[in-house]
């Protein structure tokens, strides 16, 4: 192969930077914006058919901005306003329908404060469960007396309804035994899907039977524990039964001419549609059992209003008082509590009814503990601190609905009928639970009275302690009482035995000791807790409660300094022993650390405990982990990271730095993150040394630095992080200002040995730092490192495009890099290359040669008299050599080299399966020749020549590419001092394909 030598041409680059500008054109204020906004020209076409001609068009249009999300405000949308153009009517009901979604039910008279029944739906359901099995009595009736035609008699359709009732009660018995508890419920669900299907099938009758026979089950307390889930169960089916027939009673007032007003009044109500609700109640009335004929009257309670103004106040007291016939405490209460809640939807100022219900409720209290309910404990096996919590979510209930909006004396009346009970206990808890916080609070001492005197036999106190440090929580007891109130509830608290007990209650008051007392007082309960939770591991048992109090703690101590003074708060974290709560504990230690600390801090307790939480969550990284998983504990890591600042101590600042690094070296934002904060690091030093002339100042700056840049370098994989290159360039800006602290320093020829000696003293301010040449040095010497295959996204991919990339990137840096005076020249570029030319690159793959094309290009930049750009204070090879002759030769005789290299693998692909590639570097080297060698030469010209040629040899170079490159040449032949590529666009034939 021949040898052709290399000559770069000459580059003015700011002549090559205007000529590429765009010419700047005038924009009139009437021209196409794309941020204005579009104009949509509507055409409407009226077609006009004609006998014995066709048909002709007229056309209107007209100008308006369309917005198509504007239609989604008026709560319509654009298929139903479509369907109801043909319809009137239809458009009368979707405007009706928006204005309900906007205005919302007009029965929803309960505020906002007072907490649905629905919330405590799921919790009930979840609490009250059983193993044992269930069983379902249902009476489905005969067919009999059933008849096809339609009567037209009154009289005798109101007398066949009610036979068909009567023949419902005593029809056949349908029993279903040993039902598990999922089954029960399952069969419940199927009950009220039957009763939704009965009703659109038009089956009154039939829903009515399924509702009766749904509210006899309330009757059965065979399995007394799981009572109170069903009676959630079937107050559902209540609930729907009662729906259904108020949307059928409310939508026979509807008639042509006008609707029912939002609140409307019997007077409003036509004939058609009270008769239908008087029949629904006298089907109601012939309901022959108690328990059934009370939950079905009380689910249609609201249809009372289409009847008569007082109709529901003179309900309510009438179903309170049929209560009183229901015998077995537990039922009835449940009965009171339905009531209530019903009472509150449709009448919540009606309080006389709600108060009437917890004063009976009182008067028969006293059968918890009479014979019959006592046999029929002794019967299920079931014991009296064990039956009491059933009555609480209906006590509950009964209580929030009586104390809504109640003034505060109400308070005292309740506790006063507790003491007269001898201050039953779940009573007691009751009125606490549903009371204003700010109530209870400020009679702290009265009910912390009451509880010691309560017998625990039933309802143990520590829950009445937990109870009254909920509200204690929520309102600030008095000052003067407020040690007195914890020394009394700790008292009870650190005497329980029971791990499980003891945390549920003292998970609740280390909120009250956060919000009133000092670190001393956390420390001791948070001492108490370790004390109790440490024995045979019972913490392992109690991870949600644990977790609750480091949530409260933190929340009141947002200064990080006191928290981590507490003694045994560190020790606290150690319980959490599963890793994958003790990495949500340490995540939310960091969320409020990130979101409260204001100003950075160098505090060594904050530090050192930090460093261990961000080091566990580091180090709960596996190969399972998901990749949001991922980002989250580095966004905390790296908040962590932000915050530590040591001011101007800047080797302190590197130190912690050089230490993150090792710490949390498999998460990569991670290290993202440290690039850029020692990139800040550099620059910030450089501010703090500009104008410092002394040069012991500098020295010691400079050693003292060195070890700890060297340190992070050696750390830092380039593959990793991109803005690797960032900072050997700040780095290098750095050092070279501390080095150039005597400005009569003298810069030495980096000849050596053999070397000619070097022509010119250069007078410059200028050492080329250890610090910074550690950071080059290290780049290259872990290119070999490289790992074939990363992982990206959570797939694994080659890593060589990633590389070439990189290297690229490097060569531009490498460009302002002075030499060190005790190498060769351009010793950082032989050493890649060597590294390069070691590499094992993958086969039949073309970045190697690609990566020694963008070395062509950096010698061409580097044999410039003024490079085409630099970093401030740091004077590059141009200023260094000045363009001498022996640096050009050296840089030639490099590119020779890797010219060698690049046809020596040209030659290689002259194979049938790599002739597409070979036309496509071929074409490429043309390209970096055109661009940066000096064509004047003949043997670069015709080298020019010869790779024109082998682009289109095998009739593999894209036609239009080969095209445009002649265009681009004959162009440029046209500019100042490029004649000569005239004659060479001359010497560049385009082949044609036959």
């Known amino acids: 192969m021949a040898v052709f030598h290399w000559h770069s041409r000459h580059r003015n680059y700011k002549a090559e930077i205007a000529s590429c500008r765009l010419e700047a054109a005038p924009l009139e204020f009437g021209d196409y914006h794309p941020l204005k906004p579009i104009t949509v020209t509507e055409s409407k076409t009226k077609k006009v058919s004609r006998k014995g001609s066709t048909s002709s068009t007229s056309s209107s249009s007209s100008s308006s901005v369309v917005d198509p999300l504007s239609s989604v405000l008026d709560g319509t ?124 099938s038009d089956q009154k009758v039939k829903a009515l039977k399924i509702v009766i026979q749904c509210s006899k089950l309330l009757s059965d307390t065979s399995v007394i524990q799981f009572y109170p889930s069903k009676f959630v169960l079937i107050t559902d089916i209540l609930d729907t039964f ?10 026979m007032c509807v008639d042509n001419r006008s609707t029912l007003p939002d609140h409307f009044s019997p007077e409003n109500v036509n004939d058609t549609a009270k008769e239908t609700c008087l029949n629904w109640f006298f089907k109601i009335a012939s309901i022959r059992e108690l328990i059934p004929r009370f ?163 039933g309802f143990p106190k520590h829950l009445l302690f937990r109870s009254l440090g909920l509200n204690l929580a929520l309102a600030d007891p008095p000052e003067s009482d407020r040690l007195q109130i914890l020394n009394e509830a700790w008292k ?34 948070l001492a108490d807790v370790i004390k109790h939770m440490t024995p045979d591991r019972a913490f392992e048992d109690s991870y949600p409660q644990l977790q609750s109090i480091i949530k409260k703690v933190i929340a009141h101590f947002h200064d990080f300094s006191v928290l981590f003074s507490v003694e045994k708060f560190l020790p606290f974290l150690d319980m959490f022993q599963k890793e994958s709560v003790r990495v949500e504990v340490c995540k939310y230690i960091m969320e409020a650390f990130i979101k409260h600390q204001q100003e950075p801090t160098k505090d060594p307790v904050i530090l050192n405990a930090l460093l261990h939480i961000c080091k566990t969550m580091h180090d709960s990284v596996n190969a399972l982990t998901l990749e949001d998983e991922k980002r989250t504990l580095a966004h905390l890591i790296n908040g962590f990271i932000k915050m530590v600042s040591f001011g101007h101590d800047f080797e302190q600042q590197l130190s912690f730095y050089v230490e993150s690094r090792s710490m949390f070296c498999n998460l990569e934002p991670v290290l993202v993150q440290l690039i850029h904060s020692v990139n800040r690091l550099a620059m910030e030093t450089r501010k703090v040394m500009k104008g410092n002339h002394s040069r012991k100042t500098a020295a010691f700056v400079r050693l003292k630095g060195t070890s700890s840049w060297t340190a992070f370098s ?77 992982n990206i996204d959570g797939k694994m991919r ?177 500019q100042p001092d490029m004649n000569h590529l005239t004659e060479l666009a001359l010497r560049l034939p385009l082949q044609t394909r036959t």
């Open 798 to 974: 080659p890593s060589e495009s990633f590389l070439l990339e990189f290297l690229c990137n490097f060569f531009s840096t490498l460009l302002i890099v002075p030499d060190h005076p005790e190498h060769g020249v351009l010793f950082l570029v032989r050493e890649l290359l060597n590294v390069i030319q070691d590499y094992t690159w993958e086969d039949n793959s073309d970045d190697k040669i690609r990566v020694c094309t963008c070395v062509l290009h950096l010698l061409s930049a580097m044999s410039q008299e003024t490079y085409l750009y630099h970093i401030e204070k740091v004077d590059s090879n141009d200023s260094l050599y000045g363009g001498d002759s022996k640096f050009l030769a050296e840089n030639s005789k490099l590119c020779e080299t890797v010219m060698a290299q690049i046809l020596e693998h040209l030659k290689t692909l002259a194979k049938d399966e790599a002739l597409k590639r070979q036309s496509l570097l071929g074409l490429s080297f043309f390209n970096s020749i055109l661009a940066h060698g000096d064509l004047r030469n003949n043997k670069l010209n015709q080298l020019s020549v010869n790779l024109w040629h082998l682009a289109q040899r095998h009739g593999c170079a894209d036609t239009r590419t080969m095209v445009k490159t002649l265009e681009y040449i004959k162009k440029r032949s046209k």
């Open 77 to 200: 949308d654009p298929l139903s306003m479509f369907a109801a153009t043909a319809d009137p009517a239809a458009v009368a009901a979707a405007t009706e329908s928006s204005r309900k979604k906007r205005n919302g039910d007009d029965n929803s008279i309960v505020g906002s404060d007072f907490e649905p029944w629905a919330n405590k739906r799921g919790e009930i359901l979840a609490r009250y469960t059983t193993t044992e099995k269930l069983s379902i009595n249902l009476f489905m009736g005969s067919e009999k007396g059933r008849t096809g035609t339609a009567t037209s008699a009154m009289s005798e359709k109101v007398r066949t309804r009610l036979e068909e009732l009567d023949d419902f009660e005593e029809g056949s018995q349908k029993e279903l035994l040993n039902l598990t508890q999922q089954d029960y419920v399952n069969r419940i669900e199927e009950l009220n899907q039957s009763l939704k299907d009965a009703w659109a």
């Open 295 to 457: 939950y079905v009257e009380a689910s249609i309670l609201k249809c009372n209003k289409f009847l008569s103004k007082m109709g529901i106040s003179e309900c309510l007291p009438r179903l309170t008082c049929m209560i009183r016939g229901i015998g077995d405490p537990l039922v009835s209460v449940y009965a009171r509590a339905y009531l209530c809640r019903v009472g509150m939807e449709v009448a919540p100022h009606l309080k006389e009814s709600l108060n009437k219900n917890f004063f009976d409720f009182l008067l028969t209290f006293k059968q918890i503990h009479g014979d019959t309910v006592q046999n029929q404990l002794v019967v299920q096996g079931v014991e009296l601190p064990s039956y009491l919590p059933l009555y609480s979510p209906a006590m509950d209930w009964i209580f929030q609905c009586i104390s809504y909006h109640a003034p505060e004396v109400l308070l005292t009346e309740m506790m006063e009928r507790c003491k007269k009970l001898g201050n039953n206990a779940l009573l007691l808890n009751s009125v606490m639970s549903a009371f204003r916080a700010e109530f209870v609070a400020t009679r702290s001492m009265d009910f912390i009275s009451m509880i010691k005197e309560c017998d625990e036999s």
């Open 714 to 790: 050696s750390n830092a994989l380039p593959s990793e992080c991109p803005e690797f290159l960032l900072i050997c360039s700040h780095a290098l800006c750095w050092t070279c200002r501390t080095s150039s602290a005597s400005q009569d320093c003298l810069c030495q020829a980096p000849w050596r040995g053999k070397q000619p000696a070097f022509p010119r003293v250069l007078t410059l301010p200028l050492f080329f730092s250890l610090a910074a040449d550690a950071f080059f040095k290290a780049a290259i010497s872990l290119v070999p490192e490289v790992p074939k295959m990363i």
């Open 242 to 251: 009662g729906k259904l027939v108020y949307e059928r009673i409310f939508s």
């Open 492 to 525: 009870v608290i650190t005497k329980l035995k029971n791990p499980q007990d003891y945390i549920n209650c003292a998970e609740v008051w280390v909120e009250y000791t956060c919000r009133h007392f000092t670190k001393r007082e956390v420390n001791t309960v």
